[in-house]
């Protein structure tokens, strides 16, 4: 049995919360199952940094660094997985998707280049529409048979090729992909896309759990697609993802108020209306030095507008019959007053 160092970057990644020779099942939901719970938000971004809106929210940032942040990686493969939904249903769905593998366990993504340039040019002359998108993903080493190391592999999505062309493309993988990676056509996968919306989530969280993410040590994409994929340019079809996104989390705050239907949508369009679209700005938390008598420090004035705000929502969940006022904020009395 081969035996892996603790520093091996190709080891069975640390934190999973999972022992090499039983794995847990958990359902899937948009954050559940992805990466065993740790503190919340991203660990890379500045303690005295953030993010302030016209409306008073004060949140954290977040570094986008999908491959040095586990934080950052879970909410990419959410906004992936919408992606992948809204264009499902927006654009041409997919068809047929494979599971590519390599029985060569490394970092160096430009071993493969050439492997993927010839199959897709192998399957664009037989299909001339034909659009893709690849997610990368590392096996866990936790395998009988791996003996402990991470093999990349990669799942595609093709637009263009109809479903009683599976045996077609099969044999075009293992013709064109297994000589060039040094695999078998039996460790290959080509099926057809049963489901569209379920699978693209599926595959945009699923592929994209913790477990599986790149070793430490991975400086490549992890999603990459044709350009002609999506349904509208790549920068117009992220932003609709993450405006749905919005908008679910918004719903998300309106069931909390008791809010469902088209009294929830009601409530959206009245904030809309009233509030707009969040427009964020930085504030720098300059550190001040703590007053000897008193014992605290001086709060920034937008940290204590959003504590203001969040009790007036703690208020509206409570059942109170309406938020505290402002100008109560300074007064002794009121529920604000608990909060300093």
């Known amino acids: 049995m081969v035996q892996v160092r603790a520093d091996d970057p190709l080891a069975p990644a640390e934190g999973s919360g999972q022992s090499p020779r039983r794995r847990a099942s958990a359902p899937l939901d948009l954050h559940e199952g992805i990466s065993t719970p740790r503190p919340f938000g991203c660990e890379r971004w500045p303690v005295n940094w953030w993010l302030m809106s016209q409306h008073g929210e004060a949140v954290r940032g977040r570094c986008k660094a999908t491959n040095l942040c586990d934080y950052c990686a879970k909410l990419a493969a959410v906004e992936n997985s919408e992606?992948?939904?809204l264009d499902a249903m927006q654009g041409a769905a997919p068809a047929v998707w494979l599971v590519l593998t390599t029985p060569m366990a490394t970092l160096d993504m430009s071993l493969f280049y050439e492997a993927h340039?010839?199959?897709?040019?192998?399957?664009?002359r037989r299909f001339p529409g034909l659009e893709w998108a690849r997610l990368l993903e590392f096996t866990t080493g936790y395998g009988?048979?791996?003996?402990?190391?991470r093999r990349p592999h990669w799942n595609v999505l093709l637009k263009g090729v109809p479903v009683d062309a599976i045996e077609l493309v099969r044999d075009l993988v293992a013709k064109v992909w297994?000589?060039?990676?040094g695999g078998s056509i039996e460790a290959q996968y080509v099926g057809a896309v049963a489901e569209v919306g379920g699978l693209m989530r599926y595959i945009g969280l699923h592929f994209q759990k913790e477990s599986q993410a790149p070793p430490a040590g991975f400086r490549g994409h992890r999603f990459t697609h044709s350009r002609g994929y999506l349904w509208t340019d790549t920068p117009s079809a992220r932003e609709e993802a993450r405006e749905a996104l919005w908008l679910k989390r918004q719903l998300h705050k309106a069931a909390q108020l008791g809010l469902t239907g088209d009294d929830a949508e009601d409530w959206i369009d009245a904030r809309l209306a009233a509030e707009g679209l969040p427009?964020?700005?930085?504030?720098?938390?300059?550190?001040?030095?703590?007053?000897?008598?008193?014992?605290?420090?001086?709060?920034p004035a937008p940290l204590l507008e959003a504590a203001r705000r969040w009790q007036d929502e703690?208020?509206?969940?409570a059942g109170a019959s309406e938020p505290a006022r402002r100008a109560n904020a300074d007064?002794?009395?009121g529920p604000r007053a608990a909060l300093f």
């Open 279 to 299: 427009e964020w700005s930085l504030y720098v938390e300059t550190r001040s030095k703590v007053e000897p008598n008193h014992g605290i420090a001086a709060v």
């Open 144 to 149: 009988p048979r791996s003996g402990g190391r």
């Open 117 to 124: 340039r010839k199959l897709t040019r192998a399957l664009a």
């Open 178 to 181: 297994c000589p060039r990676v």
């Open 331 to 333: 007064s002794a009395e």
């Open 83 to 85: 992606l992948l939904a």
């Open 314 to 317: 703690r208020d509206l969940l």
